[in-house]
C-alpha cells in the first residue's frame, strides 16, 4: 500500500537509534535497519525514556509493522564486562572509602560489625555490615547501634559501579527535564 512505502522512503531510514551496553552506557548510533535487526533477533530491546516521542515508526515488510524507539540496550554481552555488586568481605568493604570506621573511629584491629546482629536475622548485606574495631563490636554485642547508644558516623551504602552511577544521573536528568 501507499503509506507503507511512503514510510519506507529515505529519510526514516537515515534515522539513528542509540545503542546503549547491558549497563546502559551509549555504545553506538545505528541506522534504522540495523536497529530492526537487534530488535528481531531480540540481541536489543527497546527503551522507553519517557519522552513521549521515543518512537520512530518504520515497516519492514508490507506485513509487519514495526515500532523504532531512539534507543535501545543491548540483551547480550557488547565486550564490556557486566558490573556485578561485589561480595561483602573485609577487603571489598575496606576498600576506598566507601565506609568510614564506625563507633570509636579507631583503625586498628579491625572487624566486620552487623549492624542488626546476626543472631537476631541481621542479613550479610552492604547496607548491615560496617567496620568497626574489636572493642566496639564487642561493647555493642548483640544489639543494634541504637540499643547500644552507639551512633554511626555514616550509614552504611552499597558499592556503585561509577559508569553506572554516571548512567544513572544521566538519565535522572533526563527525566527530570520533562517534568
Ligand atoms: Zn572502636
Request: hydrophobic content about 35%; glycine content about 6%; proline content about 8%.
Amino acid at each position: 500500500m501507499r503509506s507503507q512505502t511512503a514510510n519506507g522512503k529515505i529519510p526514516i531510514l537515515e534515522k539513528s537509534v542509540v545503542v546503549f551496553s547491558q549497563n546502559y552506557l551509549p555504545l553506538c548510533k545505528v541506522n534504522i535497519k540495523e536497529a530492526v535487526v537487534l530488535l528481531v533477533t531480540d540481541k536489543a530491546e527497546p527503551l522507553n525514556i519517557g519522552t513521549g516521542d521515543e518512537w520512530q515508526v518504520t515497516v519492514a515488510s508490507p506485513s509487519l509493522v514495526l515500532l523504532v524507539p531512539k534507543h535501545i540496550p543491548l540483551k547480550v554481552s557488547s565486550g564490556e564486562p557486566v558490573w556485578k555488586l561485589p561480595p561483602v568481605n573485609r577487603r571489598e568493604v575496606l576498600r576506598g572509602d566507601r565506609h568510614s570506621f564506625q563507633y570509636c573511629g579507631s583503625k586498628k584491629h579491625l572487624t566486620l560489625d552487623h549492624l542488626i546482629p546476626r543472631s537476631r536475622g541481621g542479613q550479610h548485606t552492604w547496607e548491615n555490615v560496617v567496620i568497626a574495631c574489636e572493642r566496639c563490636n564487642s561493647r555493642k554485642g548483640s544489639r543494634t547501634p541504637k540499643e547500644a547508644g552507639m551512633p554511626l558516623n555514616r550509614q552504611p551504602k552499597a558499592p556503585v559501579h561509577l559508569p553506572i552511577a554516571f548512567a544513572d544521573k544521566f538519565w535522572t536528568n533526563v527525566q527530570a527535564n520533562l517534568e
